[in-house]
């Protein structure tokens, strides 16, 4: 990242810091009483997640918190918003994120085993939640998922189309089935049997 990255990174880290809300409604209380800038109280708070996600107890939940509630309120608020972009932003990275998801339960026992899983894993939906150009949901979605995806699209659409036709039979031969036993049942509670 270039200087002048960085550098509009933290300005708009500080304007937000200053919008009025609840979060920075605390970090004004918590400004008054230290004497400290609030940017550098979220400077400590955010050094204090990252050192908690490398080595501390529940990294686990803590990670999996930050990679799903902020994008589930984003993801409402982009429902009520006018916008397609943000509601194709946030779709990508549900997709992207049950991807992983998916990946990680099937490699979960060898995942155990990378130092610092939790706090990389952290980071990588950090990276899948970044805005603008910087978003790692879109890159992934476009150069693996979309193209895994088209050319195996007719495969999986006719697996689909027969697993739905394969329960919908299932279906109604239990319900034939349990319709029978229960006239059997009513016809022997008739005749007293």
Known sequence: MAAAEVKSYREKLEKYLYEKNAFTD????AEAKTGVKRVYIVYVLMSILF??????YGAAFLCNLIGFVYPAYASVKAIESERKEDDTQWLTYWVVYSVFGLAEFWFDILLFWIPFYYLLKCLFLLYCMAPGSYNGSEMIYQRIIRPFVLRHQDKVDRFIDQAGKRAKEALDTAEGAAGQFA???VTKGLKGE
């Open 26 to 29: 605390l970090l004004a209380t």
């Open 51 to 56: 050192l908690y996600l490398a080595v501390g």
């Open 183 to 185: 006239a059997d049942a």
